[in-house]
């Protein structure tokens, strides 16, 4: 069965508030405001629909998205601009981060399984800023059109939002290296010693760029390929523009297990660009209709999609 798999940081897919750029959010949800005196924005309806097409462009099965706020801003966010998409099943389990950002899965497939991580502790704080969200979807034994036939088979799927290099990335490097050795317990712990045996895929914005110290415990894994170096020219890997350093990376990744990889020898994923804005320079193909200089824009993110036999 060929299934299309996709990584998305939506970037801030909020829906109950927005707050002036003169209050900080993190102090005001953290502390409490009073309405009468905080005020509020309307959210960039142009900037959703950019984003429900740069979604809708990667035709996945299963998608998994960072910077969702809650349940509600993914059901609206769904219901407004992804109409006619096959996304029946959505999960979403809220996590620790103090911005409210939340990772969630959306999926064609029925899901049969959810597992959070976010109780995970280090060292007397959350391991996870968000959550390593664990979702095993049912995979159809056979499809015609919208008729989906489930046999036992399914696959496992972890959605994660490493710590971003907010405050330094040299400085942020051990927080993400530790949550890098929490994802490889929790396939050791799930798989045994050698997970690599078995299919399951391990996707999301990890925030950083090769080489990283912080990404090495789980990149550096013989168990598991990153299938985004699949891309021959290593230029064109970037998944992500900083505009302040006019820097281009790759931070979201997708992680096949050695088993599911060596079966896809031939799978190469697609990086969705057209929701940049124009200032992305380094891509030079036709926007989506409405994306701006610098906003309008689907996200700072782009999503990335592989098809598989599963």
């Known amino acids: ?29 953290r502390e409490g405001w009073t309405v009468e005196d905080t005020k509020f924005d309307r959210h960039d309806y142009a900037k959703r629909r950019i984003t429900g097409r740069a979604i809708k462009a990667v035709k ?3 998608m998994g998205l960072q910077e ?14 992804l109409k006619g998409q096959p996304f029946r099943h959505k999960i979403l389990i809220d996590g620790n981060d103090p911005r409210r950002i939340d990772v969630a899965v959306l999926s064609r497939f029925e899901i049969a399984a959810v597992r959070t991580h976010q109780h995970r502790r280090t060292a007397g704080r959350w391991l996870f800023s ?8 049912r995979i159809p034994s056979a499809r015609a059109g919208d008729e989906l036939t489930y046999g036992a088979k399914t696959l496992p799927i972890f959605v994660n939002h490493f710590k971003s290099m907010m405050g330094g990335r040299d400085e942020t490097m051990a927080r993400r290296r530790e949550q890098a050795e929490g994802v490889v317990d929790i396939l050791k712990a799930r798989f045994g010693p050698d997970p690599g045996q078995f299919d399951w895929v391990v996707l999301g914005d990890l ?43 790759q ?9 599911l990889a060596r079966k896809n020898p031939g799978a190469v994923p697609v990086i969705e660009r057209r929701g940049m804005p124009t200032r992305a320079t ?17 996200s700072d993110h782009c999503p990335v999609v592989i098809e598989l036999d599963v």
């Not at 968000?130 to 979807?137: A, F, G, K, N, T």
């Not at 931070?251 to 088993?259: A, E």
Request: neutral net charge.
């Open 60 to 62: 996945a099965d299963i």
């Open 207 to 249: 925030n950083d760029y090769l080489p990283s110290a912080g990404l090495a415990p789980l990149l550096g894994q013989p168990w598991l390929e990153n299938v985004v170096a699949r891309i021959g020219d290593a230029k064109d890997r970037w998944t992500h523009y900083y505009a302040s350093k006019r820097q281009y990376s």
């Open 130 to 137: 968000r959550d390593c969200l664990e979702v095993d979807v």
């Open 282 to 298: 380094r891509f030079a193909g036709t926007r989506f209709p409405g994306v701006g200089e610098s906003r309008p824009k689907a």
């Open 1 to 29: 069965m060929k299934v299309r798999i996709g990584t998305f940081n939506a970037e801030n897919l909020f829906a109950r508030f927005q707050f002036k750029s003169n209050v900080d959010p993190e102090e005001a949800i």
């Open 68 to 81: 969702v706020e809650g349940m509600d801003a993914l059901k609206s966010f769904a219901s407004n601009h």
């Open 251 to 259: 931070l979201d990744y997708i992680l096949l297990s050695s088993s």
